[in-house]
């Protein structure tokens, strides 16, 4: 199955987590293969990157939760055909309110055309873990600078 999920504890107020993580412009500065990212509209991301050597544009929802601390995003269905890729990030606080610690998972799903788990063909969804925990590890020391 093409499911992807990791999580990573980090040193900061689940608010300060979240400030960065839910800004569109912001996500370049930690998801690895982003080089630009901007909200044409409420509701709407655009990102462009590179992916295995191959660029890459697109537009996709983006949905924030502020009062959930809760991010979701993906490619909407076009022409008919469902979706074949979305994701979504939660902040919780760890260990009860006013810790400064905080839990952050990003969960993946990459469909095939009929919006069944894809197989992990493609070397980017081979390495879809690896990039997780990247781009948490760039998102903790991104919000861990700013203190």
């Given amino acids: 199955m093409a499911e ?44 462009e990157g590179e992916a295995d050597g191959s660029p890459y544009a697109d537009d996709g929802f983006w949905r924030v939760a502020d009062g959930q601390l809760r991010v979701e995003w993906g490619q909407p269905s076009r022409n008919g055909q469902p979706s074949t890729y979305s994701g979504w990030l939660q902040v919780h606080d760890t260990g009860g309110e006013g810790s400064g610690r905080s839990d952050v998972t990003v969960h ?27 781009a948490l590890e760039s998102l903790e020391r991104l919000v861990t600078a700013r203190g």
């Fill in 4 to 47: 992807h999920e990791a999580t990573r504890t980090i040193a900061a107020p689940p608010q300060e987590v979240f400030a960065v993580a839910s800004d569109v412009e912001r996500l370049p500065d930690w998801l690895p293969t982003l080089t630009g990212a901007s909200s044409p509209s409420p509701g709407i991301a655009h990102v």
């Fill in 108 to 134: 993946l799903s990459f469909l095939d055309d009929s919006g069944a788990p894809a197989r992990p063909e493609s070397r980017t969804e081979q390495h879809a873990d690896a990039g997780l925990a990247a």
